[in-house]
Nanobody, 115 residues
Framework: QVQLVESGGGLVQAGDSLRLSCAAS????????MGWYRQAPGKQRDLVAR???????NYSDSAKGRFTISRDNAKNTVYLQMIGLRPEDTAVYFC?????????WGQGTQVTVSS
């Protein structure tokens, strides 16, 4: 089992920056990937970025160039640094951990970007 706790969401203005954090606990050594997904009202949950245990990263097209995912292994924490936020980035952001075929989710943190 893996437990994930997100933090760092909030209300910001367009163009602002925000950093989300996801602290992992439990069977963290078995995690293959950790990532961030987001879900806007009435829409499906989509991948924003993910990072592998070896440090490889993947980003959605909308995140490329604006968002950066990183991990601090000593703190068992993954971060999502977001710059140049846009109103369309408004969503609940969920932390995800993949362990083999199993996936674990955090409770989500709201990011709201006003125009």
């Amino acid at each position: 089992q893996v437990q994930l706790v997100e933090s760092g969401g909030g209300l910001v203005q367009a163009g602002d920056s925000l950093r989300l954090s996801c602290a992992a606990s439990g069977s963290i050594f078995s995690i293959n990937y950790m990532g961030w997904y987001r879900q806007a009202p009435g829409k499906q949950r989509d991948l924003v970025a993910r990072i592998g245990s070896g440090g490889s990263t993947n980003y959605s097209d909308s995140a490329k160039g604006r968002f950066t995912i990183s991990r601090d292994n000593a703190k068992n924490t993954v971060y999502l640094q977001m710059i140049g936020l846009r109103p369309e980035d408004t969503a609940v952001y969920f932390c995800n951990a993949a362990v083999g075929v199993k996936e674990f989710w955090g409770q989500g943190t709201q990011v709201t970007v006003s125009s």
